[in-house]
């Protein structure tokens, strides 16, 4: 069964999501990568406004290609999810419930996921052009000096992710590996 969820979502839905759920996710989405973490949480660990409402946001990890004339976003595939480990516990704790990405997260991020309620959503690596149809639109909300990787807000339908941590800390990866070693006995 797939599940359609709506972003931003609170803790309860991000609750409700178990590892291996396949999801159509449609909303609002963040674009950040490593960069523009490490001036989110500059921010936070000043005190200061962040340049989106991190409660209940989902931050998609990608750094778009431009589009062409008749393209809402070039090619927006994941990138590599653990390059946001240093920052993702401290956006945890201030609201954010999920993240798409592709890739191993540390033990720091899940145990911040199980004590916030947040959730980790994997997206298709080599698959950009295809992501990137299911946004409808993309607008650069902060930090344009980092080129393709400013925050962008983008507008997602039918996104198709695969929920890779839960907020229990099950992960589809660990349990994939154990189900294969069980099969090979």
């Known amino acids: 069964m797939i599940k359609r969820i709506i972003a931003p979502f609170d803790p309860d839905t991000a609750r409700s999501l178990r590892s291996g759920d396949r999801v159509l996710l449609s909303g609002v989405v963040y674009a950040a990568r490593d960069a523009a973490h490490l001036r989110l949480t500059q921010l936070a660990e000043k005190g200061e406004e962040l340049p989106l409402p991190i409660k209940d946001a989902v931050i998609y990890y990608v750094g778009p290609t431009p589009g062409k004339p008749d393209q809402v976003i070039g090619s927006a595939g994941p990138t590599t999810s653990y390059r946001m480990d240093a920052y993702s516990p401290a956006l945890i704790k201030l609201g954010q419930t999920g993240m798409i990405g592709k890739g191993k997260r540390s033990p720091e991020v899940v145990a ?27 607008e650069v909300i902060a930090y344009d000096d980092l080129g393709a990787e ?20 099950n992960d589809l990866y660990e349990q994939g590996r154990s189900e294969y070693l069980r099969q090979q006995q």
């Open 112 to 138: 911040a996921m199980r004590q916030y309620g947040a959730v980790y959503f994997g997206a298709v690596g080599g698959a950009g052009a295809l992501l990137a149809q299911c946004v409808e639109s993309c």
């Open 150 to 169: 400013a925050i962008r807000s983008l507008v997602v339908r039918d996104m198709p992710l695969t929920v890779i941590i839960d907020c229990e800390g």
